[in-house]
């Protein structure tokens, strides 16, 4: 019995732990003659790499992919792609004290208590290391709708939100922080470094929107487009919760006000011109042809500094600080990996529309 798979017609299962020699990722499904090589991947893997600022992970991993199947002569042949970055920067004494109790808020006692064993080092397989793998299969995922153009970007961190008045997209590029307020990227900033020096973490919100998705992706009743977006994002290690379109908003409403209106489409245009787009692009599960949005909520990250009461693994009270070199704000380099589950999750439905509909 396998979990660490996820689609239908495009599928992807990805493999390795934290402290491994190597993790990676095989993309089953994908469409034959597309152009593909590591240079097509590697940027997206830069953006989620460790180490790039201050105010990520301190771990110095370069995050080379190698394409081992599946493309010949720079194009896919519809073989499974196989992909795979090796681990370079582990520092795997610094879990001593985790091998021995568990961190709240981690999957340690979880893990033990299904499996009977874990990997403590970093966590094994529920470390976010693990999310490398899935941005490089989102990679390959983005060149199956390249009439999809995927943004992601943080809203939120530590409870102090953007402002959307301010909402400059070209400044998501800029700053460390993938922020389109310049303003809150300054406030973050201190936000994040103060929690670091403290040996603390915060949380943070990250949104995401896929424009030019076509109408009618997506199928009742239990494939739904945002079901599946759903369990997508939901799998990420650290998210706590998801919202499409208006989310949690929308139970704030009226029937009036949530409302998408529409009016004929403008001479020449096809489907109808929408007024709003509270529902995120999808109704009933099927895309509408508006901007497919989501919001992701990342918890802080468990391993902290501050020392946390605890049970050791024979259930004894215990008190633990995690060493090492942890993100204090695990939501920012969460960015890329919604895209690629975005990517992801769009790419099957596209193959699956076209199998049913033609």
């Known amino acids: 019995m396998s979990h660490n798979s996820f689609g239908h017609l495009l599928r992807f299962t990805t493999w390795g732990e934290s402290h491994g020699p190597a993790l990676g990722a095989v993309v089953d499904g994908c469409p034959p003659g597309i152009g593909l090589g590591e240079s097509d991947i590697q940027p997206f893997l830069d953006a989620r790499r460790p180490g790039t600022s201050r105010f990520t992970t301190q771990r110095r991993e370069p995050d080379e992919v190698r394409i081992l199947s599946g493309v010949f002569e720079g194009k896919t042949t519809g073989t499974p792609i196989s992909l795979m970055i090796e681990n370079v920067d582990q520092r795997s004494k610094d879990y001593s004290d985790v091998a021995k109790a568990y961190r709240p808020g981690h999957a340690d006692y979880a893990y033990d208590a299904k499996y009977g064993l874990r990997d403590y080092r970093g966590g094994g397989r529920s470390s976010a290391r693990e999310t490398a793998a899935r941005v490089a299969a989102g990679a390959v995922a983005r060149l199956v709708i390249p009439e999809v153009q995927i943004i992601g970007w943080v809203s939120e961190i530590g409870g102090d939100p953007i402002d959307p008045a301010a909402f400059d997209e070209a400044e998501i590029g800029r700053n460390p922080f993938f922020c389109p307020d310049p303003a809150a990227a300054a406030r973050w900033e201190g936000l994040v470094d103060g929690a670091r020096k403290a040996g603390s973490s915060l949380g943070a ?122 993100d204090p704000c695990v939501g920012i380099r969460g960015t890329p990996v919604v895209e690629a589950m975005m990517a992801l999750v769009l790419a099957d439905h596209k193959l699956r529309h076209r199998g049913q509909c033609g």
């Not at 139970?251 to 109808?272: L, V, Y």
């Not at 509408?288 to 605890?310: D, N």
Request: charged share 20%; glycine share 14%; aromatic share 4%.
């Open 205 to 326: 919100v990250v949104e995401c929107e896929a424009r030019g998705v076509p109408a009618g992706w997506g199928a009742p009743l239990y494939a739904k487009l945002d079901a599946d977006l759903a369990a997508a994002m939901m799998s990420i290690n650290a998210v706590k919760g998801i919202e499409i379109g208006d989310g949690f908003a929308a139970a704030r409403n009226t029937g009036e006000g949530n409302a998408d209106a529409m009016r004929p489409a403008p001479e020449g245009g096809e489907g109808p011109q929408f007024l709003a787009n509270h529902a995120g692009g999808i109704a009933g599960g099927i895309s509408t042809g508006q901007p497919v949005r989501v919001r992701v909520a990342f918890k802080p990250t468990s391993s902290i500094l501050t020392p946390v009461e605890t049970v050791d693994r024979s259930g004894q009270a215990a008190e633990i600080v995690t060493k090492g070199r942890h």
